[in-house]
């Protein structure tokens, strides 16, 4: 896909981490070649993380993220730097900016929670134009921190490719943008969406799961034909054979599960993107939660858009009516949007979060690491419609 093609979410997110007035909005102009982030020489312009999304060669398709510098003893620096540790959840490479002598104690501190986090990083040190000695200064970090700094300047733009090359080689080896169904499919294989056109995709479009199935189907050379959920019989009908796979809206699972031909295989757009975007066997073994529920549970939904509630929303009304169906009408059912998601979910009986189109993968599976760790399963839209509607074992994923 181009660059105007690949969404936010299936981007690599590099992340700019170092004091306030560091160089790091500098340094992100620098390497893109244009004026991403907002430069001043007083202390604290940055303020919330600032997304960049760019094309750069050899890294590719990537987001850079711009954070509020670190250092600022104030109470609106305090606010600052809780924005920049929530950027942590989304990052797949860090990027620390040193650029002043000092006892690095605030580096140390990010360096430490950056590795806890196990995410790949890079040091840089930035205005080598400024420094009296540049490469004692590097080895000063390189001593301390078990890192080899790359030297840059970015008010004089060298060093740019060091950075670039560097990245690339810290690229986790999971990020590669995996098939969407390049599992469940082979060359030449039919393969019918059903795809609901009701309030969630009204006229004249497509939700981004159907739209990217379909670039991914088609690169993995399948014949794609799309039919709405009334007109399912009539698209089987059209068909000299039964598709090899059937990929369906999950709310509609039983009544596409009840005209599927036995030899077809059948899925849902959100079961294939908790494979793509997370752990799709960690979200079946929380769906088993489901059996355990009680009325007096509460229950966590998640989503990543921030649409305005809708008659009928999955979220709101579908999910929850087949959940207390299931458990009691007495459930509790707490629904969040976009990034707004609990720190603390020890008070959930289970997390059921939506397919994360619009998340990065680092950031759904952070989520799914957070809920490990509370001890608190969490599983996903489809493959708890799946379980609700008793076609777990009978589905594709």
């Known amino acids: 896909m181009g660059f105007q093609q690949t969404p936010q979410a299936n981007r690599l ?3 700019f981490f170092g004091r306030t007035n560091s160089g790091k909005s500098s340094l992100i102009n620098a390497l893109t070649g244009q004026e991403t982030a907002l430069v001043s020489e007083q202390s604290g312009t940055t303020t919330d993380p600032v ?7 050899p890294l590719g398709a990537c987001v850079f993220i711009d954070t509020a510098g670190f250092g600022d003893t104030t109470a609106l620096g305090a606010l600052r730097a809780g924005k920049t540790r929530s950027v942590l959840d989304r990052t797949d490479i860090a990027v620390v900016v040193f650029a002043e002598d000092g006892d690095f104690s605030e580096e140390k501190q990010w360096v430490d929670t950056i590795r806890r986090r196990g995410l790949p990083l890079l040091a840089v040190v930035n205005k080598s134009d400024a420094l009296p000695d540049p490469a004692a200064f590097a080895e000063r970090v390189r001593k301390e921190f078990a890192l080899e700094p790359v030297i840059v ?3 004089r733009k060298t060093g740019m490719q060091d950075i670039r090359e560097a990245l690339t080689r810290l690229i986790p080896e999971d990020f590669e943008v995996k098939s969407i169904c390049g599992h469940l499919v ?3 294989d ?7 056109q009701d309030i969630q995709a009204p006229k004249g479009r497509l939700i981004l799961p159907q739209v990217q199935t379909i670039r991914d189907l088609l690169d993995n050379q399948c014949l794609v034909l799309c039919a709405t959920a009334g007109k399912l019989g009539q698209a089987l009908d059209a068909l000299q054979q039964p598709p090899a796979l059937m990929i369906t809206d999950s709310q509609v699972f039983a009544e596409v599960y009840s005209q599927k031909p036995p030899q077809t295989r059948l899925t849902s757009f959100s079961v294939l993107f908790s494979r793509y975007k997370g752990d799709v066997d960690a979200f079946v073994e929380g769906a088993a939660a489901i059996d355990r529920l009680r009325e007096t549970d509460r229950v966590l939904i998640a989503e ?4 305005r509630p809708l008659d009928g929303d999955i979220a709101r009304v579908k999910l929850p009516r087949l959940l207390r169906k299931k458990a009691g009408e007495g459930l509790s059912v707490d629904v969040v949007s976009g990034v707004d998601f609990p720190k603390d979910l020890s008070p959930y009986a289970l997390v059921i979060h939506c397919g994360s189109c619009m998340f990065n993968r680092k950031y759904l599976l952070s989520r799914l690491a957070g809920a490990r760790e509370a001890g608190v399963p969490m599983t996903n839209y489809g493959v708890a419609i799946a379980k609700l509607t008793g076609i777990l074992e009978k589905i594709d994923y």
């Open 51 to 57: 997304f960049k999304a760019m094309e750069i060669q």
């Open 13 to 15: 997110h590099i992340a």
């Open 190 to 196: 039919t393969v019918l969406l059903v795809m609901p």
């Open 304 to 307: 990543a858009c921030t649409h």
């Open 153 to 155: 300047s970015a008010v």
């Open 186 to 188: 082979n060359e030449g």
